[in-house]
C-alpha cells in the first residue's frame, strides 16, 4: 500500500520556465512533509519541508504547497535551471515518529 | 569530508553469501537509518537506531538482515544468505533529534549489493 504517491514518473521543463512537481498521500495521521532532490550516484539530499499547520514554504526558488483536505503537496521550482534536474522524491512522516515514508519519485529535465 | 560514509560502495556477490554494509553518520548525530531502494522506487524504512538502541524495525528487515550499532556510532547492516531479491541500494541516514520530530535526513551515497 503506497503511502505517499508522485504520479509523474518524470518531467521535461525548458530553463526559465516554471517546474511543478506533484505529490499526493493517503495517510491522513502524516503531519510533516519533505522533499529531497538525488543526482546519479548520490544519497538523496534534503530541499524543503512543510509541516500541516502552513499551507506554502519557500526558499529562494523553491516553494512547497500543502493542501490538506486534498493531501495533495507540490513543489515549484522558479526559474527552473539545467542544474535542477534530478530525481525528486516527496516524503512524509508524523511529528514525533521515527520514518519518513518516500514517494517513488519524479524524474525532472530541465532542457536549456 | 564530514558527511555519512558508506561502505563498500558496491557489493557484488553470490546467492547465499552473506554481506556487511558499514555506516559512519555524521559524529554529533545521534539517530541513525537504514532505507533500502529499488529499481523506480522511493527509499522504504528497514530500521533505525538512536544512539545504539536499535528502536524500530521494518517488516522488510526478514530474520537473514541484521544491523548494530554497538557504541552508537557506526553501524553495520548484515545480510546472510542473500537471494536475488536483496538486489538494492542500501542507503544509509543519520540525524539529530533533541526531543520529537523526524526532521532532515542526511544521507550517505549507499551501497549497492547485485546479488547473481
Known amino acids: 500500500d503506497q503511502q505517499v504517491k508522485q504520479n509523474s514518473p518524470s518531467l521535461s521543463v525548458q530553463e526559465g520556465r516554471i517546474s511543478i512537481l506533484n505529490c499526493d498521500y493517503t495517510?491522513?495521521?502524516?503531519?510533516?512533509f519533505l522533499w529531497y532532490k538525488k543526482y546519479p550516484a548520490e544519497g538523496p539530499t534534503f530541499l524543503i519541508s512543510?509541516?500541516?499547520?502552513?499551507d506554502k514554504n519557500e526558499d529562494g526558488r523553491f516553494t512547497v504547497f500543502l493542501n490538506k483536505s486534498a493531501k495533495h503537496l507540490s513543489l515549484h521550482i522558479v526559474p527552473s535551471q539545467p542544474g535542477d534536474s534530478a530525481v525528486y522524491f516527496c516524503?512524509?512522516?508524523?511529528?514525533?515518529?521515527?520514518?519518513?515514508?518516500f514517494g517513488a519519485g519524479t524524474i525532472l529535465r530541465v532542457k536549456s | 569530508d564530514t558527511g555519512v560514509s558508506q561502505n563498500p560502495r558496491h557489493k557484488i556477490t553470490k546467492r547465499g553469501q552473506n554481506v556487511t554494509f558499514r555506516c559512519d553518520p555524521i559524529?554529533?548525530?545521534?539517530?541513525l537509518y537504514w532505507y533500502r531502494q529499488t529499481l523506480g522506487q522511493g527509499p522504504e524504512f528497514l530500521t533505525y537506531?538512536?544512539?545504539?538502541?536499535?528502536?524500530?524495525k521494518s517488516r522488510l528487515l526478514s530474520d537473514r538482515f541484521s544491523a548494530e550499532r554497538p557504541k552508537g556510532s557506526f553501524s553495520t547492516l548484515e545480510i546472510q544468505r542473500t537471494e536475488q531479491g536483496d538486489s538494492a541500494m542500501y542507503l544509509c541516514?543519520?540525524?539529530?533529534?533533541?526531543?520529537?520530530?523526524?526532521?532532515?535526513?542526511?544521507f550517505g551515497e549507499g551501497s549497492r549489493l547485485t546479488v547473481l
Open positions: 516524503a512524509a512522516s508524523v511529528l514525533g515518529g521515527n520514518k519518513l515514508v
Open positions: 512543510i509541516s500541516s499547520i502552513k
Open positions: 559524529s554529533e548525530h545521534n539517530r
Open positions: 541516514a543519520s540525524s539529530f533529534i533533541r526531543t520529537r520530530g523526524t526532521g532532515e535526513l542526511f
Open positions: 495517510n491522513s495521521m502524516f503531519d510533516y
Open positions: 537506531f538512536q544512539n545504539e538502541a536499535q528502536l524500530e
